[in-house]
């Protein structure tokens, strides 16, 4: 009796192979667009802000306020900073469809710890997602940031290391973008959000782990149903 060895890769795969490239775009975008757009939303923060901040935050955010002053004239200062936050949107809706799409090509290789890590990471995100929609499309309310933000970060602290270091077990994804979802937000997160002042800016890790793991599944495309058939 004999049996057809699986691809290890092609096991986890449980996803409609059409629809994970175009998710792993959408995680691409996400990061791209949270990677330009973080030092608008924390200067257009600061503006706000009555808080004293650091020596080095005031440095680098007073100098890209000067380099991009019109970009922050066209409304009053609050105005600027909601139309700014309200881009964490879509940052974190490609994170997520990034994170479902992963998971589904590596489940049944990443293990216990994959599956727990992408159930909490999972509902941190939606749990983000909803504060922003909440704070700065909804107009804001005072029960945000302890009912959905601070749940949500803690949820990400716990489940974005031990999804990362699921991805690592599979050997599905680029290792570069795995261990950066292991550290970004735990450490990373908490550290980056010291260096540059701002929320947004403590996800640069995770923007840059989604862009690399997203356009690694963006460029499996050609091994879609249809570029198969044509290869049989």
Known sequence: MSTTAVPREQAGSNQPPRLVPWAGLAAMIGGLL?????????VAFFATSTEH???????????????????????SPEEVH????RLAVFVLTGFTVGLVA???RQAAMGGRVERWGYRFTLVGMVAL???VIADFWLGGFDWVFLVLEVPALLLLTVGSPLFGLGTLRARVAPPLGAWL????????????IFATGHLSGGLLMLDLA???LGYDLW????????????AG
């Open 34 to 42: 949270g990677i330009v757009y973080f030092p608008f939303h924390a």
């Open 53 to 75: 901040e650091s020596g080095w935050v005031i440095a680098w955010s007073d100098a890209f306020r000067d380099l991009a002053a019109p970009l922050f004239a066209f409304a």
């Open 82 to 85: 909601t139309t700014y936050a």
């Open 102 to 104: 992963l998971h589904s």
């Open 129 to 131: 997602i909803a504060s």
């Open 181 to 192: 979802l292991a550290t970004g937000v735990f450490p990373g997160m908490f550290l980056l």
């Open 210 to 212: 989604w862009v690399v």
């Open 219 to 230: 460029q499996r495309r050609s091994a879609a149903p249809g570029a198969q058939a044509d």
